[in-house]
């Protein structure tokens, strides 16, 4: 095939990379699965992720023995682009690897590319971290939060969460705190007989990343939505946080009158067997906001498919045909 005849699709995330590569028809060329291109993950921050993006980006393209120079666009959406200096230095970056035509921005934002028949609306995502990305009818974007719980009110995602578990229970078992059921299942899981050694063994979960992240969230749900009073605190509170930011951009951008679209993305919206954590999101929204109506959809195609999406629509130079969209959409579901 000529120079020039693919895209890249490219969601960065704090845990994991995903590459998808598409020809022009909205064929899959290939796909790669591999570790996080955050500089926010590297010890030598921005040095680290252009290495492991060089490395990524070589591996995907020299299987199928493409150049760089070969790829019509590429779309990056990635953790830990926040604010202008992270995207100016991740754009330098990019620009470093060789790709001819590319764009950057926030992880967030693919959720609206891939899950939103409208093209414009919220993306809440609750992954590892967690964000909230929104795009109006006329195109204006903007991100609140992805920065951390202390600054922006990034009150979920499964970091976030499994140590405001592991607080409800060292509040229990030390600190006079509310008692909850969480206390023997989180010490099972920790590998603990008893409390003795429980902070010992927080401290070191959280500095080397060790704990079992999704087996809390999941206990943390679970048990939430048996009434546990500490549990269902945690919840409320983080739907609540969650939902102020997804307001937040209604107020500050103009979605007119009709419903507006809200897609959650990212594996504690996606794939938590219990709904107890986006119903109450959802019913924050819609009290925070009562004269607006919302359509909540939850993202079935890897946020990979919108990088593809915005991707194409590079190098076609405007809107992807619906029948090229509804392709490469199908094929995302297949995938996911």
Same mark, same amino acid.
């Given at each position: 095939?000529?120079?020039?005849?693919?895209?890249?699709?490219?969601?960065?995330?704090? +845990?994991?990379?995903?590459?998808?590569?598409?020809?022009?028809?909205?064929?899959?060329?290939?796909?790669?699965?591999?570790?996080?291109?955050?500089?926010?993950?590297?010890?030598?921050?921005?040095?680290?992720?252009?290495?492991?993006?060089?490395?990524?980006?070589?591996?995907?393209?020299?299987?199928?023995?493409?150049?760089?120079?070969?790829?019509?666009?590429?779309?990056?959406?990635?953790?830990?682009?926040?604010?202008?200096?992270?995207?100016?230095?991740?754009?330098?970056?990019?620009?470093?690897?060789?790709?001819?035509?590319?764009?950057?921005?926030?992880?967030?934002?693919?959720?609206?590319?891939?899950?939103?028949?409208?093209?414009?609306?919220?993306?809440?995502?609750?992954?590892?971290?967690?964000?909230?990305?929104?795009?109006?009818?006329?195109?204006?974007?903007?991100?609140?939060?992805?920065?951390?719980?202390?600054?922006?009110?990034?009150?979920?995602?499964?970091?976030?969460? +499994?140590?405001?578990?592991?607080?409800?229970?060292?509040? $229990?078992?030390?600190?006079?705190?509310?008692?909850?059921?969480?206390?023997?299942?989180?010490?099972?899981?920790?590998?603990?007989?008893?409390?003795?050694?429980?902070?010992?063994?927080?401290?070191?979960? %959280?500095?080397?990343?060790?704990?079992?992240?999704?087996?809390?969230?999941?206990?943390?749900?679970?048990?939430?939505?048996?009434?546990?009073? $500490?549990?269902? $605190?945690?919840?409320?509170? +983080?739907?609540?946080?969650?939902?102020?930011?997804? $307001?937040?951009?209604?107020?500050?951008?103009?979605?007119?009158?009709?419903?507006?679209?809200?897609?959650?993305?990212?594996?504690?919206?996606?794939?938590?067997? +219990?709904?107890?954590?986006?119903?109450?999101?959802?019913?924050?929204?819609?009290?925070?906001?009562?004269?607006?109506?919302?359509?909540?959809?939850?993202?079935? %195609?890897?946020?990979?498919?919108?990088?593809?999406?915005?991707?194409?629509?590079?190098?076609?130079?405007?809107?992807?045909?619906?029948?090229?969209?509804?392709?490469?959409?199908?094929?995302?579901?297949?995938?996911?």
């Amino acid at each position: 095939m000529s120079p020039e005849h693919y895209v890249l699709g490219v969601d960065g995330g704090n +845990s994991k990379t995903d590459y998808h590569l598409y020809d022009l028809r909205g064929c899959r060329i290939a796909q790669l699965r591999t570790g996080t291109c955050s500089h926010e993950r590297f010890a030598d921050g921005y040095a680290g992720a252009e290495r492991a993006m060089r490395e990524q980006l070589s591996e995907i393209l020299n299987s199928c023995d493409i150049m760089p120079a070969d790829i019509a666009a590429a779309a990056f959406g990635l953790a830990g682009a926040d604010i202008p200096s992270q995207k100016a230095e991740l754009n330098k970056i990019i620009g470093r690897l060789g790709l001819q035509r590319y764009v950057v921005d926030n992880d967030s934002f693919l959720g609206l590319k891939a899950g939103s028949s409208s093209g414009w609306g919220i993306c809440s995502i609750n992954g590892s971290g967690a964000c909230t990305g929104a795009i109006a009818p006329d195109g204006t974007r903007l991100q609140i939060g992805g920065v951390g719980s202390e600054l922006a009110g990034d009150e979920a995602g499964g970091y976030y969460l +499994s140590r405001r578990v592991l607080r409800a229970v060292y509040d $229990a078992c030390y600190r006079l705190g509310e008692p909850t059921a969480l206390c023997g299942p989180v010490l099972d899981l920790l590998g603990l007989p008893d409390d003795t050694l429980l902070l010992e063994r927080m401290v070191a979960g %959280v500095t080397d990343r060790s704990l079992p992240y999704t087996e809390l969230v999941t206990l943390l749900l679970n048990t939430a939505e048996q009434g546990d009073a $500490a549990a269902l $605190a945690i919840v409320k509170q +983080s739907a609540q946080q969650m939902a102020r930011s997804a $307001a937040g951009c209604v107020q500050r951008l103009d979605f007119g009158n009709g419903a507006i679209e809200v897609v959650l993305a990212g594996s504690v919206w996606v794939k938590a067997d +219990s709904p107890i954590l986006r119903d109450y999101f959802q019913r924050y929204v819609q009290q925070l906001l009562p004269d607006k109506q919302f359509r909540f959809s939850t993202l079935r %195609v890897p946020p990979a498919t919108g990088a593809v999406l915005w991707a194409m629509e590079q190098a076609l130079g405007g809107p992807v045909p619906d029948e090229l969209r509804a392709s490469i959409v199908r094929d995302g579901q297949i995938q996911s």
